[in-house]
């Protein structure tokens, strides 16, 4: 992935984190923000909740546009950093509740549980592991898109393609 590629894919990104926002708004959840919003990296994107009265939760989201190509979803799990040093990043740094994921070629959010992803992965549900993304500096495990969102449920008030 060239530089421009990743600041095409990082404002789709934000796009799609936008998007997410407006449905969940749209489906009354309450002090939903994203952390960009407040002007900071964090281990989220989105921060929501149900009700005044319930507790927020977080998301992180990913947009995943060769899914449609390949028929993976990609998950990073780590990362190089500039020295080549290996560091947590993508599931193993997130701090979200959920992760939600839009594809380009498919009209809702497919999302489920941080702890659900997790032990999804560490039952061998991914057929490789890679290196790529930006510059191949992200280690990623890649799933069947179709196995993988059988275990997922849906915003499905969305239209994000």
Known sequence: MTDKE?????????????????????????RTYTSQSLGKVSGWDISTSQCDACPDFTIETKYDMMAA??????VEIESRDNSGKIIPSGLSATTADIWAFAFSDLPHFYYLP???????????????????????????????????????STYENANIA
Do not use: P
Not at 9 to 25: C, F, I, R, S, Y
């Open 6 to 30: 990743f600041q095409i894919t990082l404002a789709k990104g934000h796009e799609k984190e936008d998007a997410l926002v407006a449905t969940l708004n749209s489906l009354n959840y309450v």
């Open 69 to 74: 190509k390949t028929g993976n979803v990609a």
């Open 114 to 152: 941080v702890s659900e992803l997790n032990q999804f992965l560490s039952e061998k549900n991914y057929h490789k592991i890679i290196w790529g993304g930006y510059k191949h500096l992200s280690h990623i495990m890649l799933i069947k898109r179709d196995v993988f969102l059988t275990h997922c």
